[in-house]
């Protein structure tokens, strides 16, 4: 749900703004809007202010800096020392941290440059056989791929300087060669020139390598090979006693920075006067005490006042989620928007009770489930420990909170998939049939379901001994005689969320008094209810003189339902609405992907089992650990091929064909954002 909010005016003596600014800081429950008032000075401070400003951002940046090459950002922050100290103590780690950032660059570089150039290097030495120390010439080292390239830059130097130059080769793996080409020092550029038009370029080696000569070159990738390793573990191990000793103190010093220059971005958003300044902003409804508490020791100096927030006129008031401990794990699965506009609704708790539901709809597979049980788990075991879980392909770092977070969605789709596994009987496909754990039984199907397998399928579960067994299958969604019955379930699903979407938009629009929506919202729900009653009583078109039957209700409901449509279609003046009701009678159709996806990818999951399960029954004793191999290679790789599906299909049906509708796109609010320390943040 969307946490209530209340509005707040603070006025206060300018004397004491800073003072009244770091207690609100403190408190960490005021959202500052910019305030604009005539007579009143606004936006960026100045004067004397700014220039405290700069010297405060100077300073942070250096110590941001110096945390930053020490690795130590996340430093345990020490006990703040006198402010006076501050710069002094930032200088004191400072210039060794940069002197030792500078030197581990330094070899880094140094041992990048050898693992790329190093063979390269020593070979073209070998090939200048000592040439490259010479006063007279100059050598143009390159390397050649093929044969080709090498006949092609001989021809271009015979054509260019004839008889004049002289070309080394040294081979430096199967599919390169290096060359050197030996000419005098006034015709370097001669040369240079005749390999660019043999598609060649000059070996330029980077940083202080690049105009040694060649010989040296390799003595000091040499020296590098040798020194370099212990010298960067030396001033890894000296950056870390520094990080160790200074880091701590950094730490402090950079937030304390940090929250002054937060007061003054607050300060610069009021309006202010030689004497007095105003503070506009927004605080939670269930915080309001804690705004009370922290501004009661400036009773005489400040005073504030609260107004209750018109949820009808929500724009520009901060949106904050309250939700239960189990819904807000899946909020940050909305954050790839803003959030919904104050006095709308939050739609946290949707996702997170039917993305699971239907994930694990569509998985429906015990073995699937343990395997993304088991995934949860260490992920949640890493939060614990407040370990951070880096994602290369990705190229994200999930931190503790977050990484817990998506510990618990993952938990809760994985038991998902396994209840729903019990149901259909599946456990990597349908290995627990063939060991005989789960059955078919036809007639429990048939009470429960109203659904009778075909004799054709009942003697083909009986040759394949599916009909005996300890549990019975209670979803056999892979057979074929029920696959009707899924695909009605999952429709009616669809008109469910299709008719509670448009539902809340009709509410919503009422609520605020938008009444051009309202009626489009409403006109929607009637051409709804209108199109599916045409489908049921057709039977899909198949029996289209059952719609004159106006003795029916049904078929007096759906004209009722026309009516309506075409009453909104009016009142709204929204021609398209035609065109937009055939499409979201398409999207209640788009609720089989829920049957589609998962049938298809259960077939698939049988197929990987029927393949390691024959294989195993040919061959006695190697047969059965043949097939069990083959049998996981086949289901890893159907489960890769599948599993973006798996999770993308859900998350469509409840962000694209729910949302859609109610409008959570169209009206978007501002994210609450505290004006609270640094170190909270």
């Given at each position: ?29 005021l ?50 020392p ?89 081979r ?111 605080v ?14 400036f ?16 724009d ?94 993952l ?56 009909l ?55 006109g ?7 199109l599916i ?43 398209l ?16 992907r ?6 298809a ?68 609010g501002?994210?609450?954002s ?8």
């Amino acid at each position: 749900m969307i946490n209530p909010m209340q509005q707040v005016v603070v006025a206060g003596r300018q004397s004491d703004s800073r003072a009244v600014m770091q207690a609100l800081q403190q408190a960490g429950v005021l959202h500052i809007v910019p305030l604009e008032a005539q007579g009143f000075q606004s936006g960026p401070l100045s004067g004397q202010a700014a220039e405290e400003r700069r010297d405060t951002e100077r300073l942070l940046a250096r110590a941001e800096s110096t945390l930053g090459e020490l690795d130590a950002s996340r430093a345990t922050r020490a006990a703040l020392p006198a402010e006076s100290e501050w710069s002094a103590v930032v200088e004191q780690a400072a210039g060794p941290a940069a002197a030792l950032s500078e030197r581990e660059a330094e070899l880094r570089a140094d041992l990048d440059t050898q693992r790329s150039y190093g063979e390269v290097v020593s070979a073209l030495a070998r090939a200048a056989g000592g040439l490259d120390r010479s006063a007279r010439l100059s050598l143009l080292p390159l390397t050649v791929e093929t044969a080709a390239e090498l006949q092609a830059a001989q021809n271009a130097l015979e054509a260019e300087l004839p008889g004049r130059f002289a070309l080394g080769t040294e081979r430096v793996s199967d599919r390169l060669t290096a060359v050197v080409v030996a000419v005098l020092r006034t015709e370097r550029d001669r040369a240079r020139v005749a390999l660019g038009k043999a598609r060649l370029g000059e070996l330029r080696l980077p940083g202080r390598f690049e105009r040694l000569p060649l010989s040296e070159v390799a003595a000091a990738f040499e020296q590098v090979t040798r020194t370099a390793p212990q010298a960067l573990e030396q001033v890894q191990a000296e950056k870390g006693a520094l990080a160790k000793q200074h880091g701590p103190l950094l730490a402090a010093i950079r937030d304390a920075l940090a929250d002054r220059v937060g007061i003054d971005d607050a300060r610069a958003q009021t309006a202010r006067g030689k004497y007095g300044f105003v503070l506009q902003g927004y605080v939670p409804a269930d915080r309001v005490a804690d705004l009370q508490g922290v501004l009661a020791p400036f009773k005489n100096s400040a005073t504030f006042e609260l107004h209750p927030v018109d949820a009808h006129h929500g724009d520009g008031v901060p949106v904050q989620l309250k939700n239960s401990s189990y819904t807000e794990n899946f909020e940050f699965m909305l954050n790839i928007s803003d959030p919904p506009k104050y006095g709308t609704f939050d739609p946290s708790w949707i996702v997170a009770w039917f993305f699971p539901l239907f994930f694990g709809f569509i998985v429906a597979d015990i073995g699937f489930g343990l395997v993304f049980l088991l995934a949860a788990l260490w992920g949640l075991g890493k939060a614990r420990r407040g370990e951070s879980l880096p994602i290369g392909l990705l190229g994200i770092t999930l931190d503790p909170a977050t990484l817990k977070r998506v510990g618990v969605v993952l938990r809760t789709m994985s038991l998902w998939a396994i209840a729903w596994g019990v149901a259909t009987g599946e456990f990597f496909g349908n290995v627990l049939e063939k060991l005989h754990v789960f059955f078919y039984d036809p007639a429990l199907i048939q009470r429960v379901w109203g659904v009778q397998f075909s004799e054709l399928t009942i003697e083909h579960l009986q040759e394949e001994g599916h009909l005996k067994g300890l549990i019975p299958i209670i979803f056999p969604r892979v057979q074929s005689d029920f696959s009707n019955t899924i695909m009605l379930l999952c429709i009616a699903v669809g008109v469910i969320f299709m008719l509670w979407s448009w539902g809340l938009k009709a509410q919503l629009t009422w609520k605020h008094k938008h009444m051009h929506h309202f009626w489009e919202a409403v006109g929607m729900l009637g051409g709804l209810v209108g199109l599916i009653l045409l489908a049921y009583i057709s039977k899909a078109g198949q029996n289209f003189g059952a719609l004159g039957n106006f003795a029916d209700p049904l078929v007096l409901v759906m004209l009722v339902g026309f009516v309506v449509f075409v009453v909104g279609l009016i009142a709204s003046k929204t021609p398209l609405m035609l065109i937009e009701l055939l499409s979201n009678g398409g999207n209640i159709i788009s609720f089989t992907r829920l049957f589609a996806v998962g049938v298809a990818a259960a077939i698939l999951a049988n197929l990987a089992t029927d393949v390691g399960w024959g294989l195993g029954g040919v061959l006695p004793i190697i047969g059965p650990l043949f097939g069990i191999v083959l049998g996981i290679l086949v289901h890893t790789f159907l489960f890769v091929l599948t599993i973006l599906g798996h999770v993308m299909q859900p998350i469509r049906l409840v962000w694209v064909e729910y949302l859609n509708p109610t409008g959570f796109y169209q009206e978007t609010g501002v994210r609450y954002s505290p004006f609270a320390p640094a170190a909270r943040k």
